[in-house]
């Protein structure tokens, strides 16, 4: 079945540096999803892509999907505090089932 | 988007009994999820609630263990049965989805502990 793997999958980024995580499929993905889940929260989405090659931007947050719809990427400009929790990348095959990967958990030091 | 009320919040449960988690939702949705989340781990889906029939289970879940019930498109059950200390993970509904974004919405989610 399909699977998707992210890594990494703990990152420690000193305040104001950038971080990138990354998210490889074994399959060709219809769409991918970016969802992050604060310490004790549930997952929030940020972002879908849908076309090859696709490429957008949320402020700091600029989101990635391969030209071969196999793999993603989120990096993060200038890590502030508040973007302390736990990254996830979703993908949808054919049909309507998310799978997430293993997410990345940030951590942020002053 | 879709508000979602999940319950219990959480729950310290003795091994061999039974949880049932409550999910509703403030509108009338299509496709309801239930999710497991082990502790520091990713999200895996135990079945798709369907309206009307029976659950759609993914490898690696029954419905002896999760039985499932969906009886409208606002309200879904969940049960854990005969629990074990290995059933102690955070239990998710979710909906979806956005027409125009995709989004998945999640419910606060059910920490379960089991003794």
């Known amino acids: 079945g399909q699977q998707v793997m992210q890594i990494p999958q703990y990152q420690h980024v000193q305040e104001g540096e950038d971080f990138t995580t990354y998210c490889n499929s074994s399959t060709t993905l219809s769409n991918i999803q970016w969802y992050k889940q604060r310490p004790g929260g549930h997952p929030v989405f940020l972002i879908q892509?849908?076309?090859?090659?696709e490429v957008k931007k949320q402020k700091r947050l600029t989101f990635q999907f391969g030209e071969a719809k196999k793999n993603s990427s989120l990096h993060i400009t200038a890590t502030q505090t508040t973007d302390v929790g736990t990254y996830f990348c979703a993908g949808r095959e054919n049909d309507y089932k998310l799978s997430f990967g293993a997410g990345t958990t940030v951590t942020v030091r002053a | 988007s879709a508000v979602i009320s999940q319950k219990p919040s959480r729950d310290i449960c003795q091994r061999g009994t039974s949880l049932t988690i409550q999910c509703q939702v403030d509108?009338?949705?299509?496709?309801m999820f239930w999710y497991r989340q082990q502790p520091g781990q990713s999200l895996t889906l135990i079945a798709t609630a369907n309206q009307g029939s029976e659950a759609t289970y993914e490898s690696g879940f029954v419905i002896d263990k999760f039985p499932i019930s969906r009886p409208n498109l606002t309200f879904s059950t969940l049960t854990v049965s005969n629990l074990s200390p290995e059933d102690s993970s955070i239990y998710l509904c979710?909906?979806?989805?956005?027409?125009?974004?995709?989004?998945?919405?999640f419910g606060e989610g059910s920490r379960l502990t089991v003794l």
């Open positions: 892509l849908v076309k090859s090659g």
């Open positions: 979710s909906v979806g989805w956005d027409k125009n974004t995709g989004e998945l919405f």
């Open positions: 509108s009338q949705v299509t496709m």
